[in-house]
């Protein structure tokens, strides 16, 4: 559930504030429609028998694949009612990522997500969120950089 808050600036107090953990059980299948998807031609990603003949136990997911687990991290600060983000008039702005090891069908990946920065300007506010992926094994095979624009309203004539 999102929680439209209009009009509210942006509350550079939560800065540094982390959000629950989301863990994320990656299924060979959804790797599989994803790399089909995105247009993904490696057989490491499509084919177990390839990806096992290469010394994977399965499916490798491909580097993009962080946006599935990361973004259900995402879910909470968008809807947190102190950044009173306006969602409706919400940019995806861009984001940054580094790849630590693979990540393998079978593994299950705990995203926690961070607050990084917020700010205002021109009536605009600017929200920039950090996302740190953990496999089951403790190895952080993926940080992000998330970052995100609230359009300025239009003011009536």
Same mark, same amino acid.
């Given at each position: 559930?999102?929680?439209?808050?209009?009009?509210?600036?942006?509350?550079?107090? =939560?800065?540094?504030?982390?959000?629950? &953990?989301? $863990?994320? !059980?990656?299924?060979?299948?959804? @790797? %599989?429609?994803?790399? /089909?998807?995105?247009?993904?031609?490696?057989?490491?990603?499509?084919?177990?028998? =390839?990806?096992?003949?290469?010394?994977? &136990?399965? $499916?490798? !997911?491909?580097?993009?694949?962080? @946006? %599935?687990?990361?973004? /259900?991290?995402?879910?909470?600060?968008?809807?947190?009612?102190?950044?009173?983000?306006?969602?409706?008039?919400?940019?995806?702005?861009?984001?940054?990522?580094?790849?630590?090891?693979? @990540?393998?069908?079978?593994?299950?990946?705990?995203?926690?997500?961070?607050?990084?920065?917020?700010?205002?300007?021109?009536?605009?506010?600017?929200?920039?969120?950090?996302?740190?992926?953990?496999?089951?094994?403790?190895?952080?095979?993926?940080?992000?950089?998330?970052?995100?624009?609230?359009?300025?309203?239009?003011?009536?004539?």
């Amino acid at each position: 559930m999102f929680i439209y808050l209009r009009g509210v600036p942006a509350n550079p107090d =939560a800065v540094g504030r982390s959000y629950p &953990p989301v $863990v994320y !059980a990656v299924g060979r299948e959804k @790797v %599989v429609e994803f790399a /089909r998807a995105t247009g993904e031609t490696n057989p490491l990603h499509l084919d177990v028998a =390839a990806a096992r003949a290469a010394g994977y &136990p399965d $499916v490798v !997911a491909p580097p993009m694949f962080a @946006v %599935v687990y990361q973004g /259900r991290g995402m879910s909470a600060p968008l809807a947190d009612p102190d950044l009173a983000i306006d969602f409706p008039r919400l940019l995806h702005a861009g984001q940054e990522f580094g790849w630590g090891p693979l @990540v393998i069908a079978g593994d299950e990946v705990t995203t926690t997500v961070s607050v990084a920065a917020v700010r205002s300007a021109a009536g605009m506010e600017f929200f920039d969120f950090t996302a740190r992926s953990v496999n089951q094994r403790g190895q952080t095979v993926v940080t992000g950089v998330w970052r995100n624009v609230v359009r300025a309203r239009e003011e009536a004539q």
